[in-house]
């Protein structure tokens, strides 16, 4: 069973930076992939970040390259996203999503992911 808490959402001003946090109670972490999905009001799931817990590779949506970055610390289990220069359409409800690795799934995708998190409000103002 996997296991997932976000926290560190909040209200920030444009421009600003905030670091959500994902912590993983998992009980392997071999072929673990872990994401970052998130939902504004009115609008579809959006992915924003993956990364693999083995290796480190990442990777991100075009809307956040260069603004976003994702890291995982092996030593706290969690899984951390780091925002900065903040716009307000990156308001939304952010979710933590992990899987165990299946080369058939599209990581972009929230289908490829079978483990959520109760989600975190992230809110830009202009």
């Known amino acids: 069973q996997v296991q997932l808490v976000e926290s560190g959402g909040g209200l920030v001003q444009a421009g600003g930076s905030l670091r959500l946090s994902c912590a993983a109670s998992v009980r392997t972490f071999v072929n673990v992939v872990m994401g970052w999905f998130r939902q504004a009001p009115g609008k579809e799931s959006e992915f924003v970040a993956r990364i693999f817990w083995s290796g480190g590779s990442t990777a991100f949506a075009d809307s956040v390259k260069g603004r976003f970055t994702i890291s995982r610390d092996k030593a706290k289990n969690t899984v951390d996203l780091q925002m900065n220069s903040l716009k307000p359409e990156d308001t939304a409800v952010y979710y933590c999503?992990?899987?165990?690795?299946?080369?058939?799934?599209?990581?972009?995708?929230?289908?490829?992911?079978?483990?959520w998190g109760q989600g975190t409000q992230v809110t830009v103002s202009s």
């Open positions: 999503a992990a899987s165990y690795y299946d080369s058939r799934r599209n990581l972009y995708s929230q289908g490829a992911y079978d483990y």
